[in-house]
């Protein structure tokens, strides 16, 4: 979500690990509503990432069946609306407790702008600004 404006970022592959079986993401598009989602399973059966995206690149997939695990990590590409560290990078991925979102949600900080969100369970909000002209030549 623009921390800006507090809208939906539209057209954006959001790079998800679930646990650490994955070296490489899952790239997961954003929908018509430009939400990116994922389903988690404790079933074998039911895991599948078979429908690819390729504007997200080889690891995309729209609506993935993915094994639950204890963590989830994305990066999204932009820059997160978060307090600065000594090293910030656009390239930065946040990981989230599983359990945690299921449960009560999660909203990340947002020092880019006013918007404001509220948690919702099953749900991750991150509030992000596309990266300036010397981020992006740092970069």
């Not at 895991?47 to 069946?65: H, I, K, L, N, Y």
């Not at 407790?97 to 999660?106: A, C, E, H, P, Y």
């Not at 909000?125 to 030549?137: A, G, I, Q, T």
Request: with cysteine; net charge positive.
């Amino acid at each position: 979500m623009s921390g800006r404006t507090g809208r939906a970022v539209a057209g954006v592959c959001v790079n998800v690990w679930v646990g650490n079986e994955r070296k490489s993401a899952l790239a997961i598009p954003t929908d018509n509503d430009n939400v990116a989602s994922l389903r988690l399973t404790n079933r074998d059966a039911e895991v599948s990432a078979q429908m690819r995206w390729e504007e997200c690149g080889d690891f995309g997939a729209t609506d993935p069946v993915v094994a639950y695990a204890s963590s989830i990590g994305i990066n999204v590409g932009y820059v997160l609306c978060q307090v600065r560290r000594a090293v910030h990078t656009w390239l930065a991925t946040l990981s989230f407790d599983t359990k945690q979102v299921l449960q009560s949600g999660i909203v990340s900080a947002n020092t880019c702008g006013k918007a404001k969100a509220l948690p919702t369970p099953g749900e991750v909000v991150l509030f992000v600004r596309p990266l300036s002209w010397w981020e992006k030549l740092k970069e």
